[in-house]
């Protein structure tokens, strides 16, 4: 999934890799193997200061000694888990919205091993993510936490995928997206642990709200009544 898949690129072709990502997500933003293209082709020094970060964490040196895989078959286990726990709850998010773990596209453009394996797990626990902060599937939803991940990883493409996105929404979406999502997370992103170094398999059986609580999780409040 992450070695055998890895194509080294000289300068120029990362350009251009990045460039023609950047468009075809533009017009297509459903293709997820542009958006990882482009992540990982503008991402590296990023996942540079994310790798760094982990090798100073006793939870993140575990995430890289052990490289676990948010795969079916190292995850189904939370579809048994209590309706109170976190494993749970990340379970009723994917079952309920019929996505499977294994639909991640491989790394393809990091330079080193480890470097792919950092990229790998930044796309792999998006879907926890999406479970820790309450936010739905859509559009909005997905806006706002790329926000979240902008500010915990400072991955170019996570900006870009705000201006994209925003720009695809109507009007009273735009409103809705920055009168209430948009401040949210620039809250929520800040006050939360560094969620790359969180081995989030080891704490499928705690309480979500106990879990949101010891990582400094804010859900995503909903709208109000009127919508703003």
């Known amino acids: 999934m992450i070695g055998g898949a890895r194509i080294q690129l000289n300068g120029w072709q990362r350009t251009a890799v990045a460039l023609g990502s950047a468009v075809g997500a533009l017009l297509d933003p459903r ?20 790798l760094e970060r982990m090798k100073r964490s006793p939870e993140g040196r575990a995430i890289l000694t052990a490289r ?47 470097l792919a394996y950092v990229a790998m797990r930044a ?10 902060f309450a936010l739905p599937t859509n559009l909005i939803g997905e806006s706002a936490l790329k926000v979240i991940e902008f500010e915990q990883m400072l991955l170019p493409m996570c900006l870009m995928s705000v201006v994209g996105g925003s720009a695809r929404f109507s009007d009273r979406q735009r409103r809705l ?21 969180v081995y989030y398999e080891r704490h499928f059986h705690e309480d979500l709200e106990d879990v949101r609580q010891k990582w400094g999780i804010i859900p995503a409040p909903p709208p109000k009544p009127d919508g703003f």
């Not at 796309?123 to 820790?132: I, Y």
């Open 31 to 50: 293709r997820a193997d542009l958006i990882a293209a482009l992540g990982e082709t503008t991402g590296q020094p990023a996942f540079e200061r994310v």
């Open 123 to 132: 796309r792999q626990v998006h879907d926890f993510w999406h479970t820790l």
């Open 68 to 114: 676990p895989r948010v795969i079916s078959t190292e995850v189904g286990h939370a579809w048994d888990l209590p309706s109170n726990t976190f494993g749970a709850a990340y379970a009723r998010f994917m079952g309920s919205r019929n996505f499977s773990p294994d639909d991640r596209p491989p790394v393809r453009f990091m330079e080193t091993e480890e």
């Open 177 to 197: 997206f920055y009168q209430h999502y948009f401040p949210w997370a620039l809250k929520a992103g800040v006050k939360c642990t560094d969620l790359m170094c």
